[in-house]
């Protein structure tokens, strides 16, 4: 038997299959740009309901020939922001006989810490930070690698494709649209500071998710995501690596060979948000994790084991696409 999740992000739509003893069965991801428009206009674009439907279509295939016991689909920030929801649940509901859970910002964070901090293999320094730079917002939570859940978290309303469309419009963006984008993500860090989150006091941060992943691909010469997963980062090199891809156009940063071209044209605005979360917290070290929120989904729908359970490896034949978010 095992159980699926699946997750519904702004930029993302992502497949995890786990069995029951927590193997990871299958882990698909496919870019269809659900929040396309949604932070000017309120409304998920037919188009992007088109692509989200199509990726859905293909894991309720992929479930059809699986033991699945149960099916838990979220949402996050592009249908948390749009007038939308009951169109999408309903076409959710129509390919996968679920109707998706449209996740709070708090719970997003809870989740994303709960995935990442049970698949950390590296040895990190606590208090350590899980960061999930998505599409239309990031995640910060705060703890330590043993904490079930974080003391402290916080999500913010910016993420790279809501500051892509905001701001980024040059191609490479112009220096004017930098510095816009990184006051809206400093006031966004100001928030999280009021919320509780000391980020002076972090000493290792793990970012999860595409703009992470595809920034570690960058600095190790990794194309597997088995060899991205746990990399340990100097913060110095994401910064100075976040600072050559703005200025290249999106053309040349999918010419690089490890840029999803899927994710060339939002990466700087990713790119920026973590290399000022880097720069506030001052930590020592970056670390790159492939389990995220959706894992945290996934773990959700087992049975809690009698004693802590190891960390379970990324395995990279279930998996058909490199870098989520």
Known sequence: ?????????????????????????????RIVRLGEGVDASGHLAPAALERAFAALDAYAGMLAGLDVRAVRCCATSAVRDSADREAFAVGVRARVGTDPEVLTGAQEAALTYAGAVRGLRADVGAPLLVVDVGGGSTELALGAPGDPAPGAAHSMDVGAVRLTERHLHGDPPGPDEVAAATADVDAALDGAVAAGVDLAAVATVVGVAGTALTLAAGLTGARELAAVDQAVLAPADVTRLVGELTAMPTAARVATGWVDPGRADVLPAGGLVLSRVLARTGAARFVASVADVLDGIGYSLLTAPAAPAPPIPYSPEHHDERYDE
């Open 1 to 29: 038997m095992s159980v699926a999740a699946i997750d519904c992000g702004t930029n993302t739509l992502r497949l995890l299959v786990l069995a029951d003893d927590g193997r990871v069965l299958r882990r698909e991801s």
